[in-house]
């Protein structure tokens, strides 16, 4: 665990766990459990000590930030930095760790960009500001834009809150086949116990930044483990 100085303590604690290729593992727990952290340890967008997160055996701050986003790709909860761009122009800056600094987009970065718009469902709107768009066609742009990035792992931050049920399993199937086949391995952050259910295969339980289970999703998701964790009847 990791805390700024100024900190009365950790937000989270005791936190091991091994991330395998070809899973969707789901992060489970309630609000302010730790989950969105433990992401941006991941990622390395929140400090945390030498070889506290390792990826492919290597510390993970190590990375510069071209090298991870060649592996790693990142859908938030919600995103601000693209208000002065068209939707395809949000998918395209997924080819940047490829190129450098001032190559125009390739042939190829722009059909790679087309198939995953085209896969979410927001092709139509590739010419559209992003700003101009509803919450779930900039969610689905996100994912898109994710997709594009072409990387062997997604770690996505309630990637569902703001789609329609329709919307939802697309996308959940979209991933789920992708992992299936095994082109990608995921890592979510749900409050849909449902879909959780029906798409991921492990699942990480956390309470106050401790990990209460983890494991296979059948053995993290039990009515006595819920309850406890969520002060609820299930």
Known sequence: SWQPSSAKSPILSDVSYTFAEGHMTALLGPNGSGKTTLLKHILSQIKCPEGAVLIDGRDASSYAPKERSRKIAWVPQSSSGE???????????ARYPYKSTWDADSKEDLAIAEEAMRAVGVLDLAGRNFTSLSGGERQRTLIARALAQTTPWILLDEPTSNLDIKHQIA????????????????????????MVERYCDRAILLREGKVVAKGKKDEVLTAELLSSVYEVSF
């Open 83 to 93: 208000s002065a761009f068209t939707v395809e122009e949000v998918v395209l800056m």
């Open 171 to 194: 996308i959940m199937d979209l991933l789920h086949e992708r992992v299936l086949d095994g082109k990608l391995s995921v890592i979510v952050v749900m409050h849909d116990f449902n």
